[in-house]
């Protein structure tokens, strides 16, 4: 069955430094996998998301991640980190269904603070 | 074109009620599908429905229904509720919802007390 790790829970960052959030997905096939953002209280916001080709994908907001398969990994990365940044970050993997849908299973999301 | 939006915002029930949510999908998509996000179970498939049909469901009990109509808005619907139940719902819309990127909406904050 498909999984997503995300194993850091809550990261800490200073404004203007760089940002990497680790993700790891179980998926048999080729995954299609998603950086979702969110505020308190909102829904999901998509930040970027790999389905094939260039390993490397660029989203909204300077977000970017690099997919390699050798490492089931799908990390995402900021080169520099604005105060507006702060919420939790989650990592999914999309799974193609029999009856014809797809469902995302999710990450348990990462919670981003950061310091002025 | 207008998000995904969902009502009500935030609601408050009972034990033992019933409840109704709304989601209207993107303009032109035609998948609905339900997520529910707790603290302690994080986000999880709820169901996902395409041209009025279900055609997938996730892991909860038969309280959990839902519906869609022919203008590909959704209602879903929990019946007899438990305090468990209290949770964020979002709702997310695709196109096709096969390997489409879903679009989610703000989300019902459902309270049961």
């Known amino acids: 069955a498909q999984s997503v790790t995300q194993p850091d829970i809550h990261i800490t960052v200073s404004e203007g430094a760089s940002l990497e959030l680790r993700c790891n997905y179980s998926?048999?096939?080729?995954?299609?996998l998603f950086w979702y953002v969110q505020s308190p209280g909102q829904g999901l916001q998509l930040l970027l998301k790999?389905?094939?080709?260039?390993?490397l994908v660029q989203g909204i907001k300077g977000f970017e991640a690099e997919f390699k398969r050798s490492q089931s990994s799908f990390n995402l990365r900021k080169p520099s980190v604005h105060w507006s940044d702060a919420a939790e970050y989650f990592c999914?993997?999309?799974?193609?269904?029999?009856?014809?849908?797809?469902?995302?299973?999710f990450g348990t999301g990462t919670q981003l603070k950061v310091e002025l | 074109k207008a998000g995904v939006t969902q009502t009500p915002r935030y609601l408050i029930k009972t034990r033992g009620q019933q409840v109704t949510l709304s989601c209207s999908p993107i303009?032109?998509?035609?998948?609905v599908s339900w997520y529910q996000q707790t603290p302690g179970q994080g986000l999880q498939f709820l169901f996902e429905?395409?041209?009025?049909?279900?055609?997938n469901k996730g892991n909860f009990p038969g309280r959990f229904s839902g519906r869609q109509f022919s203008n590909s808005r959704s209602e879903m619907n929990v019946s007899t509720l438990e305090l468990g139940d209290s949770a964020l719902y979002l709702c997310?819309?695709?196109?096709?919802?096969?390997?489409?990127?879903?679009?989610f909406g703000p989300g019902t904050r459902l309270t049961v007390l």
């Open positions: 997310a819309s695709s196109s096709r919802g096969s390997s489409d990127t879903q679009y």
């Open positions: 998926y048999g096939a080729t995954p299609y």
């Open positions: 790999y389905f094939s080709g260039d390993t």
């Open positions: 999914a993997v999309g799974t193609l269904l029999t009856g014809g849908g797809n469902k995302l299973t």
């Open positions: 303009s032109g998509h035609r998948s």
């Open positions: 429905y395409f041209s009025e049909t279900q055609r």
